[in-house]
């Protein structure tokens, strides 16, 4: 896994206004230039939060991709993504 290459894209949806409108209006095109496996690609391209945890993105990381692309916090985003996460199990997490 290109594990930098993930939480770079993640990082970037969360921090940058224009880069989230970009991956909102065509996910494919903003991660087509990363260095990123088929897998994670798609994982990423389909917003599923479940598997790029599984893969090792980091979750602080991840929880705020999917917050900003959800529009801000609400309980109804809260109980979505703690429900995709149920029963995960999650390795090492370090950077």
């Known amino acids: 896994m ?4 993930v939480d770079k894209a ?4 969360y921090r940058d206004a224009s880069a989230a409108k970009q991956y909102r209006r065509d996910p ?8 990123l496996s088929d897998e994670e690609r798609e994982a990423l391209a389909a917003r599923d939060v479940r598997r790029l945890v599984a893969l090792g993105s980091h979750p602080f990381l991840t929880y705020n991709f999917a917050l900003r692309l959800a529009g801000g916090f609400s309980m109804p985003f809260v109980q979505d993504y703690v429900g995709q996460l149920q029963g995960l199990v999650v390795g090492d997490i370090t950077t």
């Open 2 to 5: 290109s594990r930098y290459e």
């Open 10 to 13: 993640l990082w970037d949806v």
């Open 28 to 35: 494919v095109g903003f991660l087509a230039p990363r260095d």
